[in-house]
């Protein structure tokens, strides 16, 4: 009986490679590819797009009002009967008027200043899209790195369920040549069979990271990272504030709630426009000529109005409002730093210790096994070893991947990843 559940066991782990080859092959990108495919089909992002054009459509109205314009008319005018006295007719029974006006601002500083407060517009609406964009970019990065972290411990049970099956057929060829027993051997199964579920489990949380890096891709379907990606630690220096896409938004937010402010005063300067209008009447009469133009210049000047005081007042705290949204960015923006850069300090030191506490436990198992082999100790202790190394090596993975999360999260934190 036990030959057979040996069998059944051995063959259980040696057909799944074939089942999981026979499933549909997942789609492997690589990490840039990842962080573009990501930025191009995120619905956030072309939503942020949106609000670039926005703001351009809105300096170009502005422009429009600085700009001529021109309008044409006909009018066909009917009356009764053709008005005049003895034999002359001063007004036409039916008469067509053709008529042209063309105006243009000649002084409109109010309006003027409007383009430049749109061009600001459209930088803040760039800036803010690129900081979408850094915040798309990161979350796909670190579900890249999610995956990567997944597959490192898939890697690790195989290896444990590698050395539980090893232990698993010494003991059963000792039970059959009489020197091994029972006992032993239901162990080293029990020991099998947990890595075979913990295997399980971790492939499942693999799945599961593929399914969520092909969510952040658009893509229908799970999507598996390729390979581990290198993050260059920068240097500490205090230039990385000016790169950080948040801080750069609200800066240039401020700049432009400023310019808004400084031209508050245009709206007293006075205004002044030209307009030209042609005319031609068919037919004509005594009292109205063929043909006729217009030329009128106009010039007005606010006396007494509360409104841009109004005005004033609210562009003032705009820019209040702004200078503190900045000072709360720029605060965080250097915890974030500090908090990144002492993870990475950490985060190394925990990985060097983790990776000396997993080849320790290699060489534990190794000289257990080899004592277990000559008779020297029980399987208790054999398993144990196996145990404590899988669990080491599970420990070193999670202090990789802590590790590269760290020098990612610096990347980010310094706004060095965009």
Same mark, same amino acid.
């Given at each position: 009986?036990?030959?057979?559940?040996?069998?059944?066991?051995?063959?259980?782990?040696?057909?799944?490679?074939?089942?999981?080859?026979?499933?549909? +092959?997942?789609?492997?990108?690589?990490?840039?590819?990842?962080?573009?495919?990501?930025?191009?089909?995120? +619905?956030?992002?072309?939503?942020?797009?949106?609000?670039?054009?926005?703001?351009?459509?809105?300096?170009?109205?502005?422009?429009?009002?600085?700009?001529?314009?021109?309008?044409?008319?006909?009018?066909?005018?009917?009356?009764?009967?053709?008005?005049?006295?003895?034999?002359?007719?001063?007004?036409?029974?039916?008469?067509?008027?053709?008529?042209?006006?063309?105006?243009? +601002?000649?002084?409109?500083?109010?309006?003027?200043?409007?383009?430049?407060?749109?061009?600001?517009?459209?930088?803040?609406?760039?800036?803010?899209?690129?900081?979408?964009?850094?915040?798309?970019?990161?979350?796909?990065?670190?579900?890249?790195?999610?995956?990567?972290?997944?597959?490192?411990?898939?890697?690790?049970?195989?290896?444990?369920?590698?050395?539980? %099956?090893?232990?698993?057929? /010494?003991?059963?060829? @000792?039970?059959?040549?009489?020197?091994?027993? @029972?006992?032993?051997?239901? %162990?080293?199964?029990?020991?099998?069979?947990?890595?075979?579920?913990?295997?399980?489990?971790?492939?499942?949380?693999?799945?599961?990271?593929?399914?969520?890096?092909?969510?952040?891709?658009?893509?229908?379907?799970?999507?598996? *990272?390729?390979?581990?990606?290198?993050?260059?630690? +920068?240097?500490?220096?205090?230039?990385?504030?000016?790169?950080?896409?948040?801080?750069?938004?609200?800066?240039? =937010?401020?700049?432009?709630?400023? %310019?808004?402010?400084?031209?508050?005063?245009?709206?007293?300067?006075? !205004?002044?426009?030209?307009?030209?209008?042609?005319?031609?009447?068919?037919?004509?009469?005594?009292?109205?000529?063929?043909?006729?133009?217009?030329?009128?210049?106009?010039?007005?000047?606010?006396?007494?109005?509360?409104?841009?005081?109004?005005?004033?007042?609210?562009?003032?705290?705009?820019?209040?409002?702004?200078?503190?949204?900045?000072?709360?960015?720029?605060? @965080?923006?250097?915890?974030?730093?500090?908090?990144? %850069?002492?993870?990475?300090?950490?985060?190394? @030191?925990?990985?060097?210790?983790?990776?000396? *506490?997993?080849?320790?436990?290699?060489?534990?198992?190794?000289?257990? !096994?080899?004592?277990?082999?000559?008779?020297?100790?029980?399987?208790?202790?054999?398993?144990? *070893?196996?145990?404590?190394?899988?669990?080491?090596?599970? =420990?070193?993975?999670?202090?990789?991947?802590?590790?590269?999360?760290?020098? /990612?999260?610096?990347?980010?934190?310094?706004?060095?990843?965009?």
């Amino acid at each position: 009986m036990s030959a057979v559940w040996r069998m059944l066991v051995i063959a259980g782990v040696a057909i799944w490679p074939a089942v999981a080859a026979g499933q549909t +092959p997942v789609r492997t990108v690589e990490f840039d590819e990842a962080v573009r495919l990501a930025v191009e089909r995120n +619905p956030t992002m072309s939503s942020a797009t949106t609000a670039i054009a926005r703001a351009d459509a809105l300096l170009q109205q502005s422009r429009a009002a600085l700009m001529p314009t021109v309008n044409a008319s006909v009018t066909s005018v009917t009356y009764d009967s053709a008005r005049g006295f003895e034999d002359a007719v001063t007004q036409p029974r039916s008469q067509v008027l053709f008529g042209a006006s063309a105006s243009m +601002p000649i002084f409109a500083a109010e309006a003027r200043a409007r383009v430049g407060q749109g061009r600001d517009n459209v930088d803040v609406a760039r800036l803010a899209t690129a900081e979408v964009r850094q915040q798309i970019a990161a979350g796909t990065a670190r579900t890249y790195l999610g995956v990567i972290a997944a597959r490192r411990q898939v890697e690790v049970n195989e290896r444990a369920i590698e050395s539980a %099956r090893a232990h698993l057929d /010494f003991a059963e060829k @000792r039970l059959e040549g009489g020197a091994g027993s @029972r006992l032993n051997q239901l %162990r080293a199964a029990q020991a099998l069979s947990r890595d075979e579920a913990q295997l399980e489990n971790a492939r499942f949380a693999l799945h599961q990271a593929q399914e969520a890096l092909g969510l952040m891709l658009a893509e229908d379907g799970p999507v598996d *990272a390729g390979t581990e990606p290198t993050f260059d630690v +920068p240097e500490a220096s205090d230039a990385w504030l000016g790169d950080r896409p948040d801080v750069q938004t609200q800066t240039r =937010t401020i700049e432009a709630a400023e %310019r808004v402010l400084q031209d508050s005063w245009k709206a007293w300067l006075p !205004t002044a426009s030209v307009s030209f209008a042609p005319q031609a009447v068919a037919p004509a009469s005594a009292l109205s000529p063929s043909a006729s133009w217009q030329l009128s210049v106009n010039l007005s000047q606010r006396l007494f109005d509360r409104r841009p005081a109004a005005d004033r007042a609210l562009r003032q705290v705009a820019v209040t409002q702004a200078r503190f949204v900045l000072d709360d960015v720029t605060l @965080r923006a250097r915890s974030e730093e500090r908090i990144a %850069r002492q993870a990475l300090t950490s985060s190394e @030191r925990v990985l060097e210790a983790s990776r000396r *506490a997993a080849e320790q436990a290699d060489q534990v198992l190794e000289i257990t !096994t080899a004592a277990f082999e000559v008779g020297a100790t029980t399987n208790l202790e054999v398993i144990d *070893a196996q145990l404590a190394a899988r669990d080491a090596a599970t =420990t070193a993975a999670f202090a990789e991947d802590a590790a590269r999360r760290a020098r /990612f999260d610096l990347l980010v934190a310094m706004g060095r990843f965009k």
